[in-house]
């Protein structure tokens, strides 16, 4: 009997895992500026019970992330082919996402501003959808500088076609 299992990639666990840490940091980071700029980027004015919070959340807010982007297949795919199907993916999850953060937030009686919801989803988006294109960009950039293509178009005409 032959083997029908799939064929994957032999670092794809590796890839995954790197692109999880990330997500994670993507996640940890987009919350924090969002609570930064919220009170002007100053630290100090940041209310001991907003830094508590967040603290408290974001470690559940990053598994909880990590988990849904798995289950909508963001970790399987090729990095060098993100695309609109790629996209459709991310939207989709942050609309779970968003249902998740809001029925904590209002579940756990939270006091967060709500600058910081808002900020710091737009954030994580934006974040993650850079992490994502971002590998294809640059192997674009780096395929075309190795190609010897640098940045000049080469005109050229193609007779009989």
Request: hydrophobic share 50%; charged share 15%.
């Amino acid at each position: 009997m032959e083997n029908t299992k799939p064929k994957v990639h032999p670092q794809w666990e590796q890839r995954a895992i790197i692109l999880g840490v990330a997500d994670f940091l993507c996640l940890l980071a987009s919350y924090f500026f969002a609570l930064y700029l919220r009170h002007d980027f100053r630290f100090s004015t940041i209310d001991p019970l907003f830094i508590q919070g967040y603290i408290r959340t974001i470690p559940l807010w990053g598994v909880v992330a990590i988990v849904v982007f798995y289950l909508f297949r963001l970790y399987h795919s090729i990095w060098s082919m993100a695309s609109i199907p790629e996209m459709y993916r991310i939207m989709k999850a942050f609309l779970v996402l968003i249902a998740f953060y809001l029925a904590f937030a209002y579940g756990t009686n939270m006091r967060m501003p709500k600058s910081y919801y808002i900020m710091g989803t737009l954030f994580h988006f934006c974040c993650t959808v850079a992490l994502r294109f971002s590998y294809r960009l640059i192997r674009f950039q780096v395929q075309g500088i190795s190609r010897g293509q640098s940045g000049k178009k080469r005109r050229i005409m193609v007779i009989g076609a």
